[in-house]
Nanobody, 129 residues
Framework: QVQLIESGGGLVQPGGSLRLSCAAS????????VGWFRQAPGKEREIVAA??????????HYVDAVKGRFTISRDRAANTVYLQMNSLRPEDTAVYSC????????????????????WGQGTQVTVSS
């Protein structure tokens, strides 16, 4: 059974940085797709970044709101995906969750949470002075 555990959330001032981790267990992870999603109070869940891999090919994808500020990466040996978040803004405040699909999704399917069967519990990120 695949399990995902997020960590790294917290309170940070505007302009600050946080690095979220998504540690996976219970699978081979030789290929797959991981998406980082967030949900703010009263808002719908949205994806912010995704990483797809199979064999030696890896691709990263971002929504416009976080391009140039967030970086998604993967440590193959540790079965962990990271989300480095820089230049944080109050509007980045949300519960951040990682989600995993065993296959390398085609790009059009990356953006919807419906295509990820495995989810972590979420970690709170609060950006406030």
């Amino acid at each position: 059974q695949v399990q995902l555990i997020e960590s790294g959330g917290g309170l940070v001032q505007p302009g600050g940085s946080l690095r979220l981790s998504c540690a996976a267990s219970g699978g081979s992870f030789s290929s797959g797709t991981v998406g980082w999603f967030r949900q703010a109070p009263g808002k719908e869940r949205e994806i912010v970044a995704a990483i797809r891999w199979s064999g030696g090919n890896t691709g990263t994808h971002y929504v416009d709101a976080v391009k140039g500020r967030f970086t998604i990466s993967r440590d193959r040996a540790a079965n962990t995906v990271y989300l480095q978040m820089n230049s944080l803004r109050p509007e980045d405040t949300a519960v951040y969750s990682c989600a995993y699909e065993r296959s390398r999704l085609i790009l059009s399917r990356v953006w919807s949470g419906e295509n990820y069967p495995y989810w972590g519990q979420g970690t709170q990120v609060t950006v406030s002075s």
